[in-house]
């Protein structure tokens, strides 16, 4: 069965480094999605992206926050200067076309621990 | 604004326990809601879904209606299992558009002892 992947499992940086963390969508999925769920909280929508570029995003996704789909697998989120409170865990998402692809599918995400 | 509220867990049961695990949402419109589920150490799979009023969702002897009137999809099982241990997600989307933009619940524990 068809899985979204994700890397590193988990990634331990210090405060003001850049991070990248990873994605592979399911191969015939067009649309992608990142969220976050800081320990013991909801998770949260944090943008979505199609056809090469962002559809939506939550307040939450500022200026530190940027996405990319450099090539036709991979689908990155990118956090340019890290902050303890961006210690969370990171989950992707794909999805296909409606109706038939209304639901998205998450990966097992990314524990994000910045010291 | 729209939200999701979920039963407070942690909810510890012993196994072929009747299960229920309260779910009630605001959201303007007519939402598609969803059960998702969280095994130790792996990502948010979908358990069940319901895109209308009054449409039950089903799967691994899971059940949830969705009831327009009350804005709940509560989540039930008649008999628990140990390997039903996870955390429980209640979510909806707006549809449209939105349709991979869902809103959470906090989740719901689940431990289940033989």
């Known amino acids: 069965e068809p899985e979204v992947t994700q890397t590193p499992s988990h990634q331990v940086t210090q405060m003001g480094q850049e991070v990248i963390l990873r994605c592979v969508p399911i191969?015939?999925?067009?649309?992608f999605y990142w969220y976050r769920q800081i320990l013991g909280q909801k998770v949260e929508f944090l943008v979505s992206?199609?056809?090469?570029?962002?559809?939506?995003k939550s307040e939450i996704f500022d200026d530190q926050f940027s996405v990319e789909r450099p090539d036709g697998s991979n689908f990155t989120l990118k956090i340019r200067s890290t902050k303890l409170e961006d210690s969370a865990m990171y989950f992707c998402a794909s999805r296909g076309e409606a109706p038939s692809g209304r639901v998205p599918f998450f990966g097992p995400g990314t524990r994000l621990t910045v010291l | 604004g729209d939200s999701v509220t979920q039963m407070e867990g942690p909810v510890t049961l012993s196994e072929e326990a009747f299960l229920t695990i309260n779910c009630t949402y605001t959201?303007?419109?007519?939402?598609?809601l969803f059960w998702y589920v969280q095994y130790p150490g792996e990502g948010l799979q979908l358990l069940l879904k319901?895109?209308?009023?009054?449409d039950k969702g089903s799967n691994k002897g899971f059940e949830a209606t969705y009831r327009k009137e009350t804005t709940s999809f509560h989540l039930e099982k008649g008999s628990v299992q140990v390997s039903d241990s996870a955390v429980y997600f209640c979510?909806?989307?707006?549809?449209?558009?939105?349709?991979?933009?869902?809103?959470f619940g906090q989740g719901t524990i689940l431990t289940v002892h033989p």
């Open positions: 959201a303007t419109g007519y939402p598609s």
């Open positions: 319901a895109t209308k009023a009054d």
């Open positions: 992206f199609y056809n090469n570029e962002i559809s939506e």
């Open positions: 979510a909806f989307n707006a549809g449209g558009t939105s349709y991979g933009k869902l809103t």
């Open positions: 191969s015939n999925h067009l649309y």
